[in-house]
Antibody
Framework: EVQLVQSGAEVKKVGESLKISCKPS????????IGWVRQMPGRGLEWMAI????????RYSPSFQGQVTISADASIGTAFLQWSSLKASDTAIYYC??????????????WGQGTLVTVSS | SYELTQPPSVSVSPGQTARITCSGE??????ASWYQQKPGQSPILVIF???KRPSGIPERFSASSSGSIATLTISGIQAEDEADYYC?????????FGGGTKLTVL
């Protein structure tokens, strides 16, 4: 059974850095893309970025390029999303999701439980 | 970024059929997938590759795609189908979600 377990909720202040994690199980970590999706309070899903842990190849949405960094450590089978300087507008739930390539693009098939990030001033 | 447009809301009575559309100029060249999200829960994949249903998803969920419009159809609506539904599509460089449709079962 495929499962993705994310790190716990975070409460941070504006300007602080943060790194959240996602550890999948039930499949070979290095053979699927894995990515992050943002959901701001009361809002819809926003696709952020994906990474292929096998070679660390990455794809970013133009909306998030330069705002966050996606990474993966194949030795511990974990994906990460990090911020160098948080803004209040980064307050959201962040979902990690395994992505499947369908010969045209990538789509999320299995999702983590979400990590709530709250950023206050 | 990927632009996909969905109606904000759809309302149907139990037992009826709900249709949720997703429009995007790149859909003729890309597959669409659909997700169900209930309050406080993570999204669940209900349709992939335009029309395929993952194991465990009820047969009343179906979908199609024609030109720039993908459509999710839920037949024999049940109270438990009340949720937000999102379409997704993407190419080899990025992906995107529609704004979401709130399905209300009257």
């Amino acid at each position: 059974e495929v499962q993705l377990v994310q790190s716990g909720a975070e409460v941070k202040k504006v300007g602080e850095s943060l790194k959240i994690s996602c550890k999948p199980s039930g499949y070979l970590f290095t053979t699927y893309w894995i990515g992050w999706v943002r959901q701001m309070p009361g809002r819809g899903l926003e696709w952020m970025a994906i990474i292929y842990p096998g070679d660390s190849d990455t794809r970013y949405s133009p909306s998030f390029q330069g705002q966050v960094t996606i990474s993966a450590d194949a030795s511990i089978g974990t994906a990460f999303l990090q911020w160098s300087s948080l803004k209040a507008s980064d307050t959201a739930i962040y979902y990690c999701a395994r992505h499947v390539y369908d010969n045209a693009g990538y789509y999320p098939d299995h999702w983590g439980q979400g990590t709530l990030v709250t950023v206050s001033s | 970024s990927y632009e996909l447009t969905q109606p904000p809301s759809v309302s149907v009575s139990p037992g009826q059929t709900a249709r949720i559309t997703c429009s995007g100029e790149k859909l003729p060249r890309q597959f669409a997938s659909w997700y169900q999200q209930k309050p406080g829960q993570s999204p669940i994949l209900v349709i992939f590759k335009d029309e395929k249903r993952p194991s465990g998803i009820p047969e009343r969920f179906s979908a199609s795609s024609s030109g720039s419009i993908a459509t999710l159809t839920i037949s024999g609506i049940q109270a438990e189908d009340e949720a937000d539904y999102y379409c997704h599509s993407g190419d080899s460089s990025a992906g995107g979600f529609g704004g979401g449709t709130k399905l209300t079962v009257l």
